[in-house]
């Protein structure tokens, strides 16, 4: 495929006479072509208005039509083969097998998504028939289905440039639900965006739908995107980035004269906690999970495992010396680019400098800068110096992480207390080390999305029980998924029709239940006609 740089709004490439910019190849530190043409608001103005004119159109096409759509992305994108990876691999550094691995979930989660909208129990249908006779008052019909919000705009990250991305879960969603979308381009990987979203345009049109369902803006430097946040016809948006850009954004979307919800998936430290029990049983494995964890994709998962608690003991110390020798033996990597890697050294350099803070190990071969490489780096510290530097609880994105040694149970569950909104918290355990530190689950239920036993957060599970979210700052709205087929609700709301004739509801809400879904049907739960 040919890339030309420039956004594409409606199924159209439509140039700018703005700025443009290169993408660079992190390993190597050269420009990547074409140059990107940069949106202006005109663009912004275009995309939003190609969406909420082709809206009703694209609400009203049947569940099959839609799912079909999101087959022939999927379809299409495979068939781009190779290139797709290439490309990617340029931009982002990571590895082949990872982007394969990548590509291999951004289909499947189209898939996933097809098969959902086919099936319709998502739109949560309730049906409560109407009682006539009853007394003292007659029971009106009502009843209730999800409908679609109207146009969204997605914001992927650049840490995954497919399952999070022009294709991702949140495009996929919304296209199910009935949503156009307009996505901002990652500025990391604006090519590897332009390919898919190209590809994206391709199954628009071979399936019969408005070309206004689907647009991609480039950009970089914030502006592009805050103007679609703010766009009087924007109706949602879905974003996985930063804490800081989540916020700005979350602020604009929230401060507008018509609010609009902002579905922010954030940064998070991911806090582990080791039980005695694991340790006595098995330190060494769980240290091998550990740095596993902490190295994968070089870090740059917002499921890394960025802080660990212990009870000091021997144990202790031989899970430190076992992830000691595996931090040393790990081979710097080319992180996502030089912005990241510049970051990752700052925070690194922050951590070390903090009195109280020892280095426990870090790859013995050194980073190449000039590559964005990052070394592997693990600190220990006690539970005083964790309490008195904030600084310890924010996100350093990359393969860092501290230990923290504390002294009793009590003081597991006073960190536990501490901690601001995760997106996972990992327990490491036996049976009996959960039944005595069931006051821990307690705490974590109130702070994380999701909490994992004997295990680490990262390699997240895509399926219909999967919670990827949790409270600020790990997200911006602790209810919605942005991973699984829940994240479908982002999308859609509720909208209840009271004393419509049967022929006049919209079809899940008829008395025959073409579909076979699952209704709610005065009260009980029923595939069935009424
Ligand atoms: P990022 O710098 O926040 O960028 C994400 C997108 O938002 C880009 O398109 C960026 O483009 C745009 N953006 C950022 N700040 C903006 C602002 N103030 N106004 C308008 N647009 C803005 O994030 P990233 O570096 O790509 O991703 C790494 C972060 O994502 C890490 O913190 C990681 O933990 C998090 N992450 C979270 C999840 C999750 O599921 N919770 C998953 C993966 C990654 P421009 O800057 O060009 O405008």
Redesign the pocket.
């Known amino acids: 495929m040919t890339l030309h740089g420039q956004s594409i709004i409606a199924g159209v490439p439509t140039p700018e006479f703005g700025d443009s910019f290169h993408p660079i190849n992190p390993t190597t530190g050269e420009p990547l072509q074409p140059p990107i043409q940069e949106a202006l608001g005109s663009l912004a103005d275009a995309a939003m208005e190609a969406a909420d004119r082709d809206f009703d159109e694209f609400r009203a096409k049947s569940p099959e039509q839609r799912a079909k759509l999101l087959e022939a992305i999927a379809n299409g994108l495979e068939a781009l083969g190779d290139e797709l990876l290439r490309r990617a691999h340029a931009e982002t550094a990571l590895p082949m097998a990872r982007l394969t691995a990548e590509r291999g979930r951004m289909t499947m989660q189209a898939r996933l998504f097809a098969n959902l909208i086919r099936e319709g129990t998502w739109l949560e249908a309730r049906i409560d028939r109407a009682i006539p006779d009853r007394q003292p008052m007659p029971k009106p019909d009502i009843r209730r289905m999800m409908q679609p919000l109207g146009p969204v705009v997605v914001?992927?990250?650049?840490?995954?440039p497919f399952a999070?991305s022009v294709a991702g879960t949140d495009t996929v969603s919304a296209l199910g639900a009935g949503c156009p979308v307009v996505v901002?381009?990652?500025?990391?990987h604006p090519g590897t965006c332009e390919m898919v979203a190209t590809v994206i345009s391709e199954a628009v049109k071979k399936t019969g739908m408005p070309p206004g369902v689907f647009s991609l803006l480039q950009?970089?430097?914030?502006?592009?995107?805050?103007a679609l946040?703010k766009h009087r016809l924007t109706q949602a948006v879905a974003?996985?980035?930063?804490?800081?850009?989540?916020r700005?954004?979350f602020d604009?979307c929230t401060s507008r004269a018509t609010p609009i919800p902002f579905y922010?998936?954030?940064?998070?430290v991911n806090p582990v906690f080791l039980l005695p029990g694991a340790l006595r049983e098995r330190a060494t494995e769980v240290a091998e999970a550990f740095v596993g964890s902490l190295t994968m994709g070089v870090g740059?998962?917002?499921?890394?495992p960025g802080l660990v608690f212990g009870l000091k003991s021997a144990e202790l110390g031989s899970f430190m010396d076992k992830t000691a020798s595996l931090v040393k033996e790990w081979q710097p990597s080319t992180m996502?680019h030089g912005?990241?890697s510049a970051a990752f050294d700052s925070g690194v350099e922050r951590f070390a400098g903090i009195h109280g803070i020892r280095l426990a190990a870090k790859s013995e071969a050194p980073a190449d800068a000039l590559a964005s490489q990052a070394a592997a780096t693990v600190f220990i510290t006690d539970q005083k110096t964790f309490e008195e530097n904030e600084t310890l609880r924010e996100?350093v994105?990359g393969p860092t992480s501290v230990v923290t040694y504390c002294e009793s149970k009590e003081d597991l569950e006073q960190l536990a207390e501490s901690f601001d909104g995760q997106?996972t918290a990992s327990i490491h355990g036996t049976p009996e080390d959960l039944k005595e530190h069931a006051r821990l689950v307690r705490i974590l239920e109130r702070k994380v999305g999701r909490i994992i036993f004997n295990g680490f957060g990262t390699g997240i599970e895509v399926c219909p029980s999967m919670h990827?979210?949790g409270l600020y700052p790990?997200?911006t709205h602790s209810f919605f998924t942005?991973?699984g087929t829940a994240a479908i609700y982002r999308f859609v709301r509720p909208v209840c029709y009271q004393g419509f004739p049967d022929e006049c509801l919209p079809e899940p809400l008829q008395n025959k239940n073409a579909n076979g879904a699952w209704r709610l049907v005065d009260g009980k739960m029923s595939n069935g006609d009424v």
């Not at 901002?184 to 990391?188: E, L, R």
């Not at 740059?300 to 890394?304: A, E, H, I, K, L």
């Open positions: 914001f992927g990250a650049s840490n995954f999070i901002k381009a990652h500025p990391g950009g970089k430097g914030n502006y592009i995107g805050m946040a974003f996985t980035g930063s804490l800081k850009g989540g700005a954004l604009a922010g998936e954030l940064g998070s740059q998962f917002c499921t890394n996502l912005g990241i996100e994105f997106l990827h979210g790990a997200a942005s991973i």
